[in-house]
């Protein structure tokens, strides 16, 4: 028997990068998936790949947000896991900060995470999982990375509450925080000679000595969810190469 047969996962940022390789470990698991992302080109790939309810869904928007609950409720029935993926970068250094970037950032990390995990509530049964995607930036005080750590910290803060409150209902709450990984948010609008700079430039902070892959964080998605890890909840693991813990 696969670990996630007849489960219904719902992943809400999925459409690349560490979202779709967890889509695609848990639809080789067994799961019946629906999927949101801002992407509808890659949406509709996705949905014939992996078989799956793909909408076009924006997190930062609550009604896009409640829109794509509802769809997932009428045509799943429900949620067994639901994995908060969704998320944006940006760098500005502190004086260069205005509100709107401040807004831009914490609209989908923080605030459009919370409520997206608050409408999702009632469609998730007791006993279910919820992993969240969150970042060794809200510990590592880089410059420039000001607007997102907070983002993230708060998100960190958030899941561990959230997890505690769900407890009567046995809904386990954890997080993921990659470190460096090579996806394809730092490859956009640059050459291929940029890349490899930025490659080489974030393996060298790494002490495993390279980037992660979008494969090695969702593998641990898919444990956190599982029932093999029944017995953990509000932890917050970082899968970085030894960033936080050797660094």
Do not use: C
């Given at each position: 028997m696969k670990r996630f047969d007849n489960k219904c996962v719902a992943i809400l940022g999925g459409n690349a990068g560490i979202g779709l390789a967890a889509a695609r470990m848990f639809a080789a698991e067994g799961a019946k998936l629906a999927i949101t992302g801002r992407n509808s080109e890659k949406l509709r790939a996705v949905a014939e790949e992996l078989d799956a309810l793909c909408i076009r869904s924006d997190i930062s928007d609550l009604a896009q947000t409640e829109a794509a609950l509802s769809q997932i409720e009428?045509?799943?029935?429900?949620?067994?896991?639901?994995?908060?993926?969704?998320?944006?970068?940006?760098?500005?250094?502190?004086?260069?900060?205005?509100?709107?970037?401040?807004?831009?950032?914490?609209?989908?990390?923080?605030?459009?995470?919370?409520?997206?995990?608050?409408?999702?509530?009632?469609?998730?049964?007791?006993?279910?999982?919820?992993?969240?995607?969150?970042?060794?930036?809200?510990?590592?005080?880089?410059?420039?990375?000001?607007?997102?750590?907070?983002?993230?910290?708060?998100?960190?803060?958030?899941?561990?509450?959230?997890?505690?409150?769900?407890?009567?209902?046995?809904?386990?709450?954890?997080?993921?925080?990659?470190?460096?990984?090579?996806?394809?948010?730092?490859?956009?609008?640059?050459?291929?000679?940029?890349?490899?700079?930025?490659?080489?430039?974030?393996?060298?902070?790494?002490?495993?000595?390279?980037?992660?892959?979008?494969?090695?964080?969702?593998r641990t998605v898919l444990f956190l969810a599982s029932a093999e890890a029944s017995f953990i909840n509000g932890v917050d693991l970082c899968v970085d190469g030894g960033c936080i813990e050797l660094g």
């Open positions: 009428d045509t799943l029935g429900g949620i067994d896991v639901l994995f908060v993926n969704a998320g944006v970068g940006g760098f500005a250094m502190v004086p260069d900060v205005t509100p709107e970037f401040w807004d831009q950032i914490h609209s989908v990390n923080l605030r459009g995470a919370f409520f997206a995990i608050q409408k999702a509530l009632p469609l998730m049964g007791d006993g279910g999982s919820i992993v969240i995607t969150g970042s060794i930036g809200s510990t590592a005080a880089v410059p420039g990375n000001v607007a997102y750590a907070a983002a993230k910290a708060g998100l960190r803060a958030m899941a561990r509450i959230v997890g505690k409150e769900l407890l009567p209902r046995r809904i386990r709450v954890n997080m993921v925080s990659p470190g460096p990984t090579d996806t394809e948010i730092f490859k956009r609008d640059a050459s291929p000679e940029e890349i490899q700079g930025m490659r080489d430039m974030l393996s060298s902070v790494v002490p495993i000595g390279r980037m992660g892959t979008s494969e090695e964080v969702a």
